[in-house]
Protein backbone atom coordinates (compact mmCIF):
# COMPACT_ATOMS: atom_id res chain seq x y z
CA UNK A 1 0.00 0.00 0.00
CA UNK A 2 1.48 3.39 -1.30
CA UNK A 3 2.03 5.30 2.50
CA UNK A 4 0.58 8.63 2.86
CA UNK A 5 4.07 9.36 3.99
CA UNK A 6 5.78 9.48 0.50
CA UNK A 7 3.14 11.93 -1.09
CA UNK A 8 3.83 15.20 -2.34
CA UNK A 9 2.49 18.09 -0.72
CA UNK A 10 0.55 18.44 -3.53
CA UNK A 11 -1.16 14.55 -3.35
CA UNK A 12 -3.71 13.84 -0.96
CA UNK A 13 -5.29 10.55 -0.66
CA UNK A 14 -8.74 11.15 -2.09
CA UNK A 15 -9.61 7.23 -1.71
CA UNK A 16 -8.04 4.92 0.74
CA UNK A 17 -9.57 1.00 0.65
CA UNK A 18 -8.49 -1.50 3.48
CA UNK A 19 -9.39 -5.16 2.51
CA UNK A 20 -11.97 -4.53 0.33
CA UNK A 21 -13.69 -8.36 -0.49
CA UNK A 22 -16.45 -9.14 -2.96
CA UNK A 23 -17.97 -12.20 -4.15
CA UNK A 24 -20.37 -13.20 -6.49
CA UNK A 25 -22.41 -16.50 -6.30
CA UNK A 26 -22.31 -19.37 -4.44
CA UNK A 27 -20.40 -23.28 -4.01
CA UNK A 28 -19.06 -24.22 -7.43
CA UNK A 29 -20.41 -20.47 -8.74
CA UNK A 30 -18.50 -18.94 -6.47
CA UNK A 31 -16.32 -16.06 -7.96
CA UNK A 32 -13.87 -13.43 -6.39
CA UNK A 33 -14.13 -10.29 -7.78
CA UNK A 34 -12.27 -8.46 -5.41
CA UNK A 35 -9.82 -10.09 -2.72
CA UNK A 36 -7.92 -8.37 -0.22
CA UNK A 37 -7.31 -4.77 -2.14
CA UNK A 38 -5.74 -1.91 0.17
CA UNK A 39 -4.86 0.95 -1.97
CA UNK A 40 -4.76 4.69 -1.87
CA UNK A 41 -5.70 6.85 -5.15
CA UNK A 42 -4.58 10.65 -5.01
CA UNK A 43 -6.10 13.98 -6.06
CA UNK A 44 -4.49 15.50 -9.06
CA UNK A 45 -3.58 11.78 -10.43
CA UNK A 46 -5.05 9.81 -13.09
CA UNK A 47 -4.66 6.12 -12.78
CA UNK A 48 -4.73 3.20 -14.91
CA UNK A 49 -6.42 0.15 -13.25
CA UNK A 50 -5.77 -2.60 -16.39
CA UNK A 51 -6.11 -6.70 -15.74
CA UNK A 52 -7.72 -8.98 -17.97
CA UNK A 53 -11.32 -9.93 -18.21
CA UNK A 54 -12.85 -10.51 -15.42
CA UNK A 55 -9.81 -9.34 -13.42
CA UNK A 56 -12.42 -7.11 -11.01
CA UNK A 57 -11.83 -3.71 -12.58
CA UNK A 58 -15.74 -2.85 -12.88
CA UNK A 59 -16.21 -4.23 -9.71
CA UNK A 60 -13.74 -2.27 -8.24
CA UNK A 61 -15.58 0.82 -9.89
CA UNK A 62 -18.82 -0.09 -8.22
CA UNK A 63 -17.33 -0.44 -4.84
CA UNK A 64 -15.26 2.75 -4.53
CA UNK A 65 -17.94 4.96 -6.72
CA UNK A 66 -20.53 4.05 -4.63
CA UNK A 67 -22.58 1.93 -7.21
CA UNK A 68 -21.94 -1.67 -4.96
CA UNK A 69 -21.49 -2.29 -2.03
CA UNK A 70 -18.39 -4.46 -1.25
CA UNK A 71 -18.25 -7.97 1.30
CA UNK A 72 -15.74 -6.86 3.22
CA UNK A 73 -13.95 -4.07 3.71
CA UNK A 74 -13.72 -0.40 4.01
CA UNK A 75 -14.09 2.43 1.35
CA UNK A 76 -12.55 6.04 2.87
CA UNK A 77 -13.56 8.66 0.37
CA UNK A 78 -12.64 12.05 0.97
CA UNK A 79 -12.54 11.36 4.71
CA UNK A 80 -15.54 9.44 5.18
CA UNK A 81 -16.23 5.66 5.13
CA UNK A 82 -18.87 5.41 1.96
CA UNK A 83 -20.29 2.33 2.74
CA UNK A 84 -21.26 3.09 6.54
CA UNK A 85 -24.04 5.53 5.15
CA UNK A 86 -27.37 4.93 4.60
CA UNK A 87 -28.24 4.68 0.49
CA UNK A 88 -29.49 7.82 0.80
CA UNK A 89 -26.60 9.51 1.85
CA UNK A 90 -24.35 7.13 -0.48
CA UNK A 91 -26.93 8.47 -3.63
CA UNK A 92 -26.38 12.37 -2.04
CA UNK A 93 -22.19 11.36 -2.07
CA UNK A 94 -22.32 10.24 -6.28
CA UNK A 95 -24.52 13.01 -7.45
CA UNK A 96 -22.33 15.78 -5.37
CA UNK A 97 -18.70 14.06 -5.52
CA UNK A 98 -18.39 11.55 -8.70
CA UNK A 99 -18.29 11.87 -11.76
CA UNK A 100 -18.32 8.57 -14.46
CA UNK A 101 -17.94 8.16 -18.42
CA UNK A 102 -18.45 4.64 -20.12
CA UNK A 103 -17.56 3.23 -23.13
CA UNK A 104 -20.56 4.63 -25.01
CA UNK A 105 -21.32 8.03 -23.69
CA UNK A 106 -24.85 7.15 -23.26
CA UNK A 107 -25.95 11.04 -24.99
CA UNK A 108 -29.50 11.70 -25.16
CA UNK A 109 -30.08 11.53 -28.92
CA UNK A 110 -32.83 14.18 -29.22
CA UNK A 111 -30.41 16.38 -27.47
CA UNK A 112 -27.91 19.38 -28.82
CA UNK A 113 -24.54 19.25 -27.27
CA UNK A 114 -24.82 21.97 -25.00
CA UNK A 115 -28.51 21.16 -23.51
CA UNK A 116 -26.59 17.35 -22.90
CA UNK A 117 -24.66 18.75 -20.46
CA UNK A 118 -27.03 21.78 -19.11
CA UNK A 119 -29.93 19.51 -18.61
CA UNK A 120 -28.81 16.62 -15.74
CA UNK A 121 -27.33 19.99 -14.01
CA UNK A 122 -30.94 21.86 -13.95
CA UNK A 123 -31.73 18.35 -12.43
CA UNK A 124 -29.21 18.87 -9.33
CA UNK A 125 -30.87 22.13 -8.86
CA UNK A 126 -28.53 24.50 -11.14
CA UNK A 127 -30.45 27.35 -12.64
CA UNK A 128 -31.09 27.26 -16.41
CA UNK A 129 -28.60 30.07 -16.65
CA UNK A 130 -26.09 28.57 -14.40
CA UNK A 131 -26.41 25.27 -16.07
CA UNK A 132 -26.19 27.04 -19.72
CA UNK A 133 -22.86 28.80 -18.49
CA UNK A 134 -21.17 25.68 -17.31
CA UNK A 135 -22.05 23.17 -20.43
CA UNK A 136 -20.71 26.17 -22.65
CA UNK A 137 -17.30 26.16 -20.29
CA UNK A 138 -17.37 22.46 -20.73
CA UNK A 139 -17.67 22.81 -24.25
CA UNK A 140 -14.88 24.96 -25.01
CA UNK A 141 -12.49 22.73 -22.54
CA UNK A 142 -13.20 19.95 -24.82
CA UNK A 143 -12.66 22.15 -27.98
CA UNK A 144 -16.20 21.99 -28.56
CA UNK A 145 -17.69 25.03 -28.42
CA UNK A 146 -18.49 25.41 -32.14
CA UNK A 147 -20.96 22.65 -31.23
CA UNK A 148 -23.90 23.90 -28.87
CA UNK A 149 -27.04 22.37 -31.17
CA UNK A 150 -25.15 19.29 -32.75
CA UNK A 151 -26.83 16.20 -32.02
CA UNK A 152 -25.25 12.98 -31.14
CA UNK A 153 -26.22 11.66 -34.81
CA UNK A 154 -24.38 14.17 -36.43
CA UNK A 155 -21.07 14.08 -34.53
CA UNK A 156 -17.97 11.41 -34.76
CA UNK A 157 -17.36 8.76 -31.70
CA UNK A 158 -14.62 11.19 -30.57
CA UNK A 159 -16.44 13.99 -30.62
CA UNK A 160 -19.41 12.36 -28.88
CA UNK A 161 -17.10 11.12 -26.24
CA UNK A 162 -15.76 14.69 -25.53
CA UNK A 163 -19.06 15.38 -24.94
CA UNK A 164 -19.95 12.69 -22.26
CA UNK A 165 -16.30 14.10 -20.70
CA UNK A 166 -17.98 17.62 -20.76
CA UNK A 167 -21.09 16.70 -19.38
CA UNK A 168 -19.41 14.39 -16.26
CA UNK A 169 -16.55 17.42 -15.76
CA UNK A 170 -19.00 20.42 -15.75
CA UNK A 171 -20.47 19.72 -12.12
CA UNK A 172 -16.40 20.12 -11.23
CA UNK A 173 -16.51 15.77 -9.66
CA UNK A 174 -13.76 15.47 -7.22
CA UNK A 175 -13.79 11.95 -7.83
CA UNK A 176 -14.06 10.53 -11.06
CA UNK A 177 -14.54 6.78 -12.79
CA UNK A 178 -14.11 6.24 -16.26
CA UNK A 179 -14.76 2.16 -17.77
CA UNK A 180 -13.10 1.95 -20.81
CA UNK A 181 -13.85 5.44 -21.99
CA UNK A 182 -11.57 5.01 -25.31
CA UNK A 183 -12.17 1.18 -25.93
CA UNK A 184 -14.57 2.45 -29.89
CA UNK A 185 -12.54 4.74 -30.57
CA UNK A 186 -8.59 5.35 -33.23
CA UNK A 187 -5.77 5.74 -31.84
CA UNK A 188 -5.72 9.69 -32.25
CA UNK A 189 -9.19 10.40 -30.59
CA UNK A 190 -8.26 7.54 -27.67
CA UNK A 191 -5.16 9.99 -26.85
CA UNK A 192 -6.83 12.81 -27.06
CA UNK A 193 -9.44 11.90 -24.83
CA UNK A 194 -6.69 10.31 -22.20
CA UNK A 195 -5.05 13.94 -22.67
CA UNK A 196 -8.49 15.69 -21.89
CA UNK A 197 -8.86 13.35 -18.63
CA UNK A 198 -5.20 14.02 -17.65
CA UNK A 199 -5.46 17.80 -17.75
CA UNK A 200 -8.84 17.63 -16.00
CA UNK A 201 -7.12 15.70 -12.67
CA UNK A 202 -4.52 18.35 -12.77
CA UNK A 203 -6.76 21.67 -13.33
CA UNK A 204 -9.45 20.40 -10.96
CA UNK A 205 -7.25 18.52 -8.75
CA UNK A 206 -9.27 15.43 -9.41
CA UNK A 207 -9.02 12.03 -8.64
CA UNK A 208 -9.27 9.92 -11.70
CA UNK A 209 -9.23 5.73 -11.83
CA UNK A 210 -9.66 4.37 -15.67
CA UNK A 211 -10.72 1.26 -15.90
CA UNK A 212 -9.00 -0.37 -19.43
CA UNK A 213 -7.41 -2.23 -22.16
CA UNK A 214 -6.16 -0.21 -24.54
CA UNK A 215 -1.94 -0.06 -23.65
CA UNK A 216 -2.25 3.52 -25.41
CA UNK A 217 -3.52 5.20 -22.40
CA UNK A 218 -0.42 4.40 -20.38
CA UNK A 219 1.69 7.00 -21.80
CA UNK A 220 -0.87 10.03 -20.20
CA UNK A 221 -1.52 7.38 -17.11
CA UNK A 222 0.34 8.99 -13.64
CA UNK A 223 0.03 5.19 -11.77
CA UNK A 224 -0.73 2.35 -13.02
CA UNK A 225 -1.99 -0.31 -11.45
CA UNK A 226 -2.37 -4.06 -12.60
CA UNK A 227 -5.35 -6.42 -11.09
CA UNK A 228 -6.09 -10.02 -11.48
CA UNK A 229 -8.34 -12.99 -9.70
CA UNK A 230 -9.44 -9.49 -7.87
CA UNK A 231 -5.69 -8.97 -6.24
CA UNK A 232 -3.65 -5.69 -6.83
CA UNK A 233 -0.63 -7.37 -8.59
CA UNK A 234 1.24 -4.18 -8.88
CA UNK A 235 1.78 -0.77 -8.98
CA UNK A 236 3.84 1.37 -11.01
CA UNK A 237 4.32 3.93 -7.82
CA UNK A 238 5.58 0.51 -5.66
CA UNK A 239 7.57 -0.18 -8.87
CA UNK A 240 10.00 2.61 -8.44
CA UNK A 241 10.69 5.02 -6.10
CA UNK A 242 7.84 7.68 -5.57
CA UNK A 243 10.30 10.52 -6.92
CA UNK A 244 10.82 8.99 -9.90
CA UNK A 245 7.22 9.27 -11.08
CA UNK A 246 6.62 13.09 -10.49
N1 LIG B 1 -23.48 -9.44 -10.92
C1 LIG B 1 -22.61 -10.45 -11.00
N2 LIG B 1 -23.02 -11.71 -10.77
C2 LIG B 1 -22.16 -12.76 -10.80
N3 LIG B 1 -20.85 -12.63 -11.07
C3 LIG B 1 -20.39 -11.39 -11.33
C4 LIG B 1 -21.25 -10.24 -11.32
N4 LIG B 1 -20.51 -9.15 -11.60
C5 LIG B 1 -19.26 -9.59 -11.81
N5 LIG B 1 -19.18 -10.93 -11.64
C6 LIG B 1 -17.98 -11.76 -11.75
O1 LIG B 1 -16.95 -11.16 -10.98
C7 LIG B 1 -15.70 -11.24 -11.63
C8 LIG B 1 -15.15 -9.83 -11.83
O2 LIG B 1 -16.02 -9.14 -12.71
P1 LIG B 1 -15.73 -7.65 -13.21
O3 LIG B 1 -16.88 -7.25 -14.07
O4 LIG B 1 -15.41 -6.82 -12.05
O5 LIG B 1 -14.42 -7.88 -14.10
P2 LIG B 1 -13.74 -6.91 -15.18
O6 LIG B 1 -12.28 -6.99 -14.94
O7 LIG B 1 -14.39 -5.59 -15.15
O8 LIG B 1 -14.11 -7.68 -16.53
P3 LIG B 1 -14.26 -7.07 -18.03
O9 LIG B 1 -12.92 -6.51 -18.41
O10 LIG B 1 -14.62 -8.30 -18.83
O11 LIG B 1 -15.36 -6.07 -17.98
C9 LIG B 1 -15.95 -11.97 -12.96
O12 LIG B 1 -15.63 -13.33 -12.79
C10 LIG B 1 -17.44 -11.79 -13.17
O13 LIG B 1 -17.98 -12.86 -13.90
Redesign the pocket.
Known sequence: MTSLAKQSPTTVAAIQTCGLG?V??EGR?R????DDVSIELCSGQMTLLM????????????ALGGLQAPDTGQVIALGEDLWSRSSRKITRFRRDHCGFVFQSGGLFPALGARDQIALPLTFLGWSAAEAKRAACEALDWVGLADRQDSRPSEMSGGQNQRIAIARMLAKKPTLIFC??PTSALDGKNGANIAELLKQAAARHNAMILC?T?DERLVPHADRILH?ED?RITSDSEEDKPYAANR
Open positions: KFGQVIALGPSGSGKSSMIADEVHIG
